[in-house]
């Protein structure tokens, strides 16, 4: 059995910003097996409910030294389908209303990292391979580095850190690093956490992992160059050695159209046709035109430049000439949350613009429309597509990152693929995308085999957590068998 830590600042069910949660939310679940015992550390983030908090059991204190001062480190203990999940409990840093975002991130995030590694002691709960993910987490990786030399207790201890995004990196001052992280200054050197005159965690987290990972194959190629490398291509190139490209899964038992009771009718490969009456009741619920046979547009996403959004803005007017009606649910950048609320102002027989976000809704829109939209600018993974497919509504999407990996353009000679795709960031090769999309959609035989194969992909857990153990397994010298049982 190896014992590993999952170490996440957000985690569906409990608190969720972005698709690290679902990934924090579901691979655990994924891993734990006869062969892997998963524990999940969370902070007790402020947003977390009340009915999580009221099953949780506390199993005491410790502290950790932060600077000058000693902060108080709560450990609370709730098991969540079947996973033991930690929460470090601190009001100070974590009771605010945002996860990040705040003046002393920094110190927040160091101190989740070493209240982590204080709180594993402290239940004499040690695992053979600690696993962070993202900036938020990455300086365990760093620090068990420093910790091993002196206490035994982390001596062998291995380390996985997975990249969600390389963009956000977790830039802060150098200060930082004696003052925060307790770390030696030669730390601040151009091969560890140096980043011009600054200090870069997820940096670090490269640096000083036994093993890197990111979240698509195709993602862990283009971060080697400077396009998508986000001023780090140079330090992935060197470790391209230990990085491994795993695409993510997604729930299925979450994301099921046949369980779900999210959405209004439940339908299978079988019944792909009462898709329709799912659009015609988004068609009443977003007062629409009710016809099931106009093509229902759909954006959900986080209404930002990273998702693509400009893109949509430059062509709107002209999508809107054809025979569509959009659904957009999200929230984000004024600019985008003020643009389709006057479009749906402009076009209110052809627009629903939904700006807020509503797990329900969202399932529903899934589930209802014929094509999803996600142009992104770049995109690690992209989990949005791969809930689309699940519900047979098709994505159009750019072919970078993930969404190359999980999205395969339509042949019409072959009959091949699940979506479309366009190459360059262009708006104009979106809207020819979507028009393709649109004439294909006349044709009704192509477009069930269009949806027949999207909704037969799998992208479940099942292969991707296999890559994950294969890493696990090797950092332990074991090889990955297939054991039925797993
Ligand atoms: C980040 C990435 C997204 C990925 C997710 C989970 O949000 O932007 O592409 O799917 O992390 O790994």
């Not at 993910?133 to 990455?138: L, M, P, R, S």
Request: proline content about 4%; some cysteine; hydrophobic content about 40%.
């Amino acid at each position: 059995m190896i014992k590993i830590a999952f170490i996440a600042s957000e985690a569906a069910p409990f608190a969720k910003t972005g698709g690290l949660a679902d990934v924090a939310g579901s691979l655990p679940k994924a891993l734990q097996s006869k062969s892997f015992n998963v524990d999940v550390y969370l902070p007790l983030h402020r947003i977390i409910s009340d009915t999580f908090r009221n099953e949780m059991k506390f199993l005491g204190a410790t502290s950790v030294s932060m600077g000058w001062r000693t902060q108080y480190v709560g450990v609370y203990h709730l098991i969540h389908e079947g996973v033991d999940h930690y929460f470090i409990d601190n009001e100070f840093y974590f009771k605010r209303h945002t996860l990040y975002g705040e003046g002393d991130d920094a110190e927040r995030y160091v101190f989740f990292s070493k209240a982590v590694l204080a709180a594993m002691k402290f239940m004499d709960r040690k695992p053979d391979i600690i696993h962070t993910n993202d900036w938020h987490t990455a300086a365990v990786n760093v620090l068990i580095n420093e910790y091993r030399k002196h206490d035994e207790f982390y001596a062998d201890i291995k380390t996985v850190f997975t990249i969600h995004n390389l963009r956000y990196q977790g830039i802060f001052d150098p200060y930082t690093l004696g003052d925060l992280l307790d770390l030696p200054k030669e730390y601040f050197n151009e091969d560890q956490l140096k980043y011009y005159n600054s200090i870069n965690l997820l940096k670090g987290g490269i640096v000083f992992s036994d093993h890197v990972t990111t979240v698509s194959k195709s993602y862990a190629e283009e971060i080697k160059y400077p396009y998508f490398g986000e001023n780090l291509d140079g330090i992935i190139r060197k470790y391209d050695f230990k990085l491994t490209g795993i695409v993510n899964g997604i729930d299925y038992e979450t994301y099921s159209p046949s369980k779900d009771v999210n959405i209004p009718i439940n339908f299978d490969l079988r019944s792909i046709g009462r898709k329709k009456e799912i659009k015609m009741h988004l068609q009443i619920k977003f007062g629409l035109p009710v016809d099931p046979e106009i093509p229902m547009l759909a954006i959900v996403s986080r209404l930002v430049d990273m998702k693509g959004m400009d893109l949509i803005e430059h062509i709107l007017d002209e999508l809107l000439l054809e025979n569509v009606q959009l659904v957009v649910l999200g929230t984000g950048e004024s600019r985008y949350e003020d643009l389709f609320k006057t479009y749906q102002y402009r076009y209110p027989d052809k627009v629903a613009a939904r700006i807020y976000f509503d797990q329900y809704e969202s399932h529903s829109i899934y589930a209802g429309a014929d094509i999803f939209i996600m142009p992104s600018l770049f995109e690690p993974c992209g989990l949005s597509q791969l809930i689309a497919l699940r519900y047979g509504t098709i994505p159009v999407v750019r072919q970078i990152g993930g969404l190359k990996d999980t999205v395969i353009p339509f042949n019409k000679y072959t009959g091949e693929g699940n979506g479309f795709g366009f190459q360059n960031y262009n708006a104009h090769e979106l809207l020819f995308t979507i028009k393709e999309a649109l004439s294909t959609y006349e044709n009704d035989e192509n477009w069930k085999m269009l949806m027949r194969h999207a909704m037969k992909a799998d992208n479940s857990w099942t292969a991707s957590s296999k890559e994950y153990m294969a890493i696990y397994m090797k950092l332990m010298g074991q090889e990955l068998y297939e054991d039925p049982n797993m």
